[in-house]
């Protein structure tokens, strides 16, 4: 059976600093006491902004050996609504753009955004650690304004990473078109990311009953929490993702983990709930439901 990672979105959201890290904690001491109760994390600032390599370095100082960063692309290549002022400075100057204009991700610019992340993910890449980089599409991205082929350009000329690509509009995933859209992710050898979501058949909310694995290496889950509402209309993340798994449906995450786990080397299970520390605490009992050793981390009087 494939080894499964169990991590969550970011390791730094504000529940989880106000609600789960010890409280005094250095924020730089963070990374480390969470890389002692999980093996992986999903890196969400990359989102936003390119990481500078010597912080990159730190992350990899401080984490064991075995341990994974998945890194999330910056939006520009998932055709969010890009402000310049999201992309390097210099990158802003070279393309002579305004901080507060809109970047239209042409074939250049993604080139030269993906150039000013090179270093950091060599940096990953060479300690070991460089897991999966994350397509989190948009939900205005449809089959009915757009085409697969438009994500053309950011996987090519990310072809020397395993990509997985979160599609965020259940159009691409209906009828005739859902096996359309799993060849064209096939194709390319990149990976599908499924998710558990709401039950609601939303535009906006992915079926949890999909089950696609379009690359032997890696099966890649994503979970969102279960309340529709706080799905559709909550207009922060934490609102929207804002769920605490019970017990009883950790274990048919873990079902469904070991399912996922026969048909791939590897299995990235993402906790996305991130209100509060809901996301810390379902990992771990996650884990736990997997027969994972789980370690907790030794506490000292001055945390707490």
Known sequence: MAKILVGTASWSDPGFVEFWYPKKMRPADRLGWYAQHFTMV???????SVPDPMLVRRWCDVTPQDFVFNIKLHQLLSHHSTPAKLLPSALQKKLRLEKNAKVVPTTATID??????????????????????????????????????????????????????????????EGEQLEKTLDFIRERNAIFVNVDAPSEKHFTIMPSELNAITNSDVAYLRLHGR??????????????????????????????????AHDAKEVYVIFNNNARDYAPHAALRLRKALGQLVTLPPQTAELF
């Open 42 to 48: 999903e890196v969400n600032s990359t989102f936003y």
């Open 112 to 173: 030269e955004l993906l150039r000013a992340f090179a270093p950091s993910l060599e940096v990953l890449r060479r300690a070991e650690k460089l897991g999966v980089l994350l397509l989190q599409l948009s939900p205005a991205f449809s089959p009915r304004k757009h085409e697969l082929n438009e994500l053309e350009n950011a996987l090519q000329l990310t072809g020397d990473f395993r990509v997985a690509v979160e599609l965020r509009n259940r159009n691409w995933v």
């Open 227 to 260: 309340d529709s509402r706080a799905y559709i209309t909550g207009k922060t993340v934490a609102a929207r993702f804002n769920y605490n798994y019970s017990d009883a449906e950790i274990d048919e995450v873990a079902k469904r983990s070991k399912r996922l």
